[in-house]
């Protein structure tokens, strides 16, 4: 599960709290420089130790009792030791996140020790991933705290979501109607684009849709000259040479975690603007879940070409984005209709493309099919999450 980016904990005694799942967890930097996470509450009565989002700190106090842990999650002092009688310390720290782990800077955690580890998770998924956070030496930063809200649907359908193509020509009608002011292509040209654009699935559930890129554009059309250059110094020949004809513009990492990084434009008199958004769809019951929204830049990046590509972020794809806005009506409309009896029997389709065989010879890792308007990826994604549902104990070690 995401909780965060080492970004947003650049100096020792840095967190911030996060949610994987039901529970609410600490995430903050050691004087070590290690990065470490626990469960937010407290050993002794089960208080919670932070009630900010985020901040820097030496000791975390619980406000009930005064019981007192330091970044590493140590218990220092009970703030009444005199009448704790053979108490050790040391076994009452802050319970740990399982298995946390970092890619690129990404935080990751797990709360069961006999889980495959991050690395074996995202797999060949990590080669796509490097384009987005490692094609610079700096690597991505986080440009502000993520934003939040709360939509009246399922986790998987924003999820499956952001695998799905044909939804952007029909439901985003409206905004990709005004970027042709802005220079973009029409509908047509961008579905005929598309038609002929691989997406990418794995073993896992992860997909990603690549970029559809009009060969009328100029190469790397969006990204600043001086990033451009660092992207071709810092990426493998085979990542570069991908980078330029599909990068990985819109996917989900599974379970819960989606990203999109493409070229929009929303106003007639600025031209089209790169941004990258990196999300969490946080399951609140199982027809509400709290989006988490952040929106990343390289680090090398200018000041001016930040500001503007958060803008251009948050206006499509934020809290208030034309695009967000587009969506969360159907994803709440879909789950409205599935709480009904009849409804709730009925079966969804994933077949669209499944006659379409993979491409011979993609030159990246995971299955790719020719076709953005194809649902293999969703389906994917889908079919892991049952075989997850269908697991038992005894079952768990044979994914």
Excluded at 98 to 106: E, K, P, S
Excluded at 188 to 195: G, P, Q, S
Excluded at 311 to 328: H, N, P, W
Aim: charged fraction near 20%.
């Amino acid at each position: 599960l995401f909780l965060g980016d080492e970004s947003e904990l650049p100096n020792p005694g840095d967190y911030v709290t996060r949610t994987m799942g039901g529970d609410h967890v600490i995430v903050g930097r050691g004087d070590d420089g290690k990065i470490r996470g626990f469960l937010n509450s407290c050993r002794h009565r089960r208080m919670p130790l932070c009630r900010a989002d985020a901040g820097t700190t030496r000791r975390f106090v619980c406000p009930y009792h005064a019981w007192t842990y330091d970044i590493t999650g140590a218990l220092r002092t009970t703030s009444f030791d005199q009448h704790y009688q053979h108490f050790d310390l040391a076994q009452h720290g802050l319970v740990p996140v399982t298995q946390l782990a970092t890619y690129r800077g990404l935080i990751f955690g797990n709360w069961d020790a006999q889980a495959c580890s991050l690395d074996e998770h995202l797999a060949d998924k990590k080669w796509y991933l490097d384009m987005l956070f490692a094609r610079t030496p700096g690597g991505m930063t986080v440009l502000d705290a993520p934003q939040r809200w709360i939509i009246e649907t399922n986790w998987k359908i924003p999820a499956l979501n952001f695998m799905d193509t044909q939804h952007a020509i029909t439901v985003h009608k409206g905004p990709m109607t005004m970027g042709q002011a802005a220079g973009a292509p029409p509908l047509d040209v961008i579905a005929k684009i598309a038609d002929g654009t691989p997406q990418v699935c794995f073993p896992q559930g992860h997909g990603l849709v690549t970029r559809a890129i009009d060969p009328n554009m100029p190469e790397f059309f969006g990204y600043p000259p001086e990033l451009v250059s660092l992207y071709k110094q810092t990426l493998p020949h085979d990542q570069l040479a991908q980078f330029r004809t599909g990068p990985p513009g819109v996917g989900t990492i599974f379970p819960n975690t989606s990203w999109i990084e493409t070229l929009l434009g929303v106003a007639a008199d600025k031209p089209p603007t790169i941004f990258f958004n990196l999300r969490s769809w946080q399951p609140l019951a199982p027809n509400k879940i709290e989006v988490w929204s952040w929106i990343f830049a390289d680090k090398e990046a200018s000041a001016e070409w930040r500001a503007e590509s958060y803008r251009v972020g948050l206006q499509t794809f934020g809290i208030g984005g034309i695009f967000d806005e587009d969506d969360s009506e159907v994803w709440a409309s879909v789950s409205r209709v599935m709480q009904g009896p009849m409804a709730s029997r009925q079966f969804m389709e994933f077949s669209a493309g499944h006659s379409t065989p993979p491409l011979e010879g993609y030159p990246g890792p995971g299955t790719a099919y020719p076709s953005l308007l194809s649902e293999h990826a969703q389906y994917g994604f889908i079919r892991r999450w049952k075989q997850m549902m269908e697991l038992d104990q005894a079952g768990s070690e044979s994914l």
